[in-house]
């Protein structure tokens, strides 16, 4: 039987690997067919087209919420 602190890093580190997987897998979903040919039209943001901005942003958000996630999963791993 663990430590109660073990165990509650056990916990946070098995709920910032599952947040990540489930990130990743939002990610994938995003970046397909069909809200993909939602943002495909003329309309443009900044002189660039809709398609390439939602892509940009899509892929910026993923990056940064997966490095807050491997972050604070590389300081759960620290403390042991």
């Not at 899509?58 to 604070?72: E, G, K, M, N, P």
């Amino acid at each position: 039987m663990l430590p109660p602190e073990e165990a509650t890093r056990s916990r946070q580190a098995a709920r910032l690997r599952a947040w990540c997987l489930i990130c990743f897998s939002l990610g994938l979903l995003l970046t397909n067919y069909p809200l993909i040919h939602i943002f495909n039209s003329t309309v443009t943001i900044a002189s660039m087209p809709l398609l390439v901005a939602y892509l940009l942003f899509i892929w910026a958000a993923i990056i940064v919420v997966l490095f807050v996630l491997s972050r604070d999963l590389a300081r759960l791993a620290d403390k042991d």
